[in-house]
């Protein structure tokens, strides 16, 4: 095998044939950042990886991360040399070549639990959610992707209700909407097993969807977690709509009929204190880049569940774009809450509603 390394965070590694791509760098320091600052609540950190590609997580898993034990998965039997290779520089770990579904089943049925488990695969990973949260130590972290964004944004509704339980719907917010639906399946299936979920922090980028989530014993099931969202199409003002009020959808301004999506989680996007303890981490760190998208998650955290994009604020309104920082300066000086959004650059969160934004624009 020839040595082309690439480095990444404290550790080398190589790529040989694995898919890997360098711009998800900031996606991987997310998941090494959170596990780290598990290890330090806990005092210990066993991790498995699903599905590992080159190996380079489960590396700075056990790395940076302070990982006792790594179980590092990948499919693809042919890449058993480069992972060999790559992880050889930790203390204990394991490398196996199945199907994650099988391995988390396995686990299961051993009672082999993991305090961190990374899936990171293609597609709808639904079908992984009750092996991956039954081979997961009670208060411990699943870190989910999804890149099935045509689905989770309501461009491909016959696929939705097998795999989400629920039916999402096209409108501005269409992403953040993804990320809710998500959880909102991670929180549906936590019930059934008798638990309830917290999550550490959701993250839309580069077309993809991922989650942290921790295990909780607290069933959480209940409709200011769980339930629907409505849009108006007419006016372009939001709604949370109980489920008590399935039946009466209307919009408040104009009565015109909401479009629904749902159900999926409404509580905090993310946890700001688990935000903050990574924030103090990673700061001590130095990693500057994480530091200001952690920031961005705790300003978001606690605001409703959707977003105002500026063109539809702006909507009738003569000249530029307002600024978005110029535009939530107005909204708290106007005694509401409101914060940019990682999701959109051209968008914001708040409190107020559409029409009080448009108000202070002068439309």
């Not at 394991?94 to 099988?102: C, G, K, L, T, V």
């Not at 870190?143 to 099935?148: G, N, V, W």
Request: neutral net charge; contains cysteine.
């Amino acid at each position: 095998m020839q040595d082309h390394r690439q480095q990444e965070g404290a550790v080398s590694f190589q790529m040989g044939g694995a898919f890997f791509r360098p711009q998800g760098r900031i996606v991987r320091d997310l998941g090494i950042l959170a596990a780290a600052v598990h290890r330090q609540e806990r005092g210990s950190l066993r991790v498995l990886e699903g599905m590992a590609g080159c190996g380079v997580r489960s590396l700075r898993y056990g790395v940076e991360s302070g990982a006792d034990f790594v179980w590092c998965n990948e499919g693809n039997p042919d890449l058993a040399p480069l992972l060999v290779e790559n992880l050889r520089p930790l203390p204990s770990y394991r490398i196996s070549h199945e199907p994650a579904r099988r391995l988390l089943a396995r686990c299961l049925s051993e009672q082999d639990y993991y305090d961190f488990i990374d899936l990171d695969g293609f597609g709808d990973p639904l079908g992984e959610l009750p092996w991956a949260l039954g081979a997961m130590e009670l208060g411990g972290w699943l870190y989910l992707t999804s890149t099935d964004g045509r689905s989770l944004t309501g461009h491909l509704p016959p696929e939705q209700l097998p795999a989400f339980g629920g039916i999402a719907r096209v409108h501005p917010a269409g992403h953040e909407q993804g990320l809710r639906i998500l959880l909102g399946a991670l929180q549906r299936q936590a019930a059934t097993m008798g638990y309830g979920i917290r999550p550490g922090f959701a993250y839309y980028t580069g077309g993809t969807y991922r989650i942290l989530a921790q295990l909780t014993r607290r069933r959480q099931f209940n409709p200011k977690t769980y339930g629907w969202l409505g849009y108006c199409h007419h006016c372009g003002d939001y709604q949370v709509i109980p489920w008590r009020r399935l039946g009466r959808c209307c919009c408040p301004g104009d009565g015109q009929p909401l479009t629904l999506t749902g159900p999926m989680w409404l509580g905090n996007l993310h946890d700001p204190v688990w935000l903050g303890e990574m924030a103090a981490l990673a700061t001590a760190w130095q990693w500057r880049d994480v530091v200001q998208l952690l920031a961005c998650f705790a300003a978001e955290a606690t605001l409703p569940p959707y977003f105002y994009p500026l063109g539809a604020i702006a909507q009738g309104i003569t000249g530029d774009l307002p600024r978005r920082s110029h535009l939530i300066a107005q909204l708290q000086a106007a005694g509401y809450a409101a914060a940019a959004t990682h999701i959109n650059p051209e968008a914001i969160k708040t409190t107020a509603r559409l029409a009080v934004c448009r108000g202070l624009l002068g439309g």
